[in-house]
């Protein structure tokens, strides 16, 4: 949940739910002081990974009703948040485990989420399904980073 706090926090302060990548690490980083801004970044890297936010070009895109969260009275979150590997990085290193080379993991899991159209954490469960590489419980952080519970 606190990952869905950080990432509804900046919005929230500009009242928009498009911003300029910088200005996303410049709220968290200098306006909050809850990350550096390379960890800012990190975080942008696990929101997306999530589904939480989507990159265009160098703007960010909230995936989610940030009015629909409540930012608690003096939340700071945890640098847990930022170290957290999304559904797809798990999936990624259960294939590269399992044998495959990183760079064709990445291409037939980037090809599949064009393919099927799916955001690429279900691209990367499908991907390892279709390669021998069961991952039940990536499965269900990807399913649940769609309906909202994080």
Known sequence: MSLRIAVAAPFRQRG??????NEFVVALSLDRDWFSPDQAKRLIDVATGRGLLERDENHLEVGFDVDAVEIPE????DEEVIQERSPFEQALAALVDDGMEKQ??????????SELGVTIETAAVVFARRNGVDVPQIAAQARDALGGDD
């Open 16 to 21: 928009a739910d498009r911003m300029a990548e």
């Open 74 to 77: 003096g939340f700071v979150p």
């Open 104 to 113: 064709e993991a990445v291409a037939g899991i980037n090809s599949l989420q």
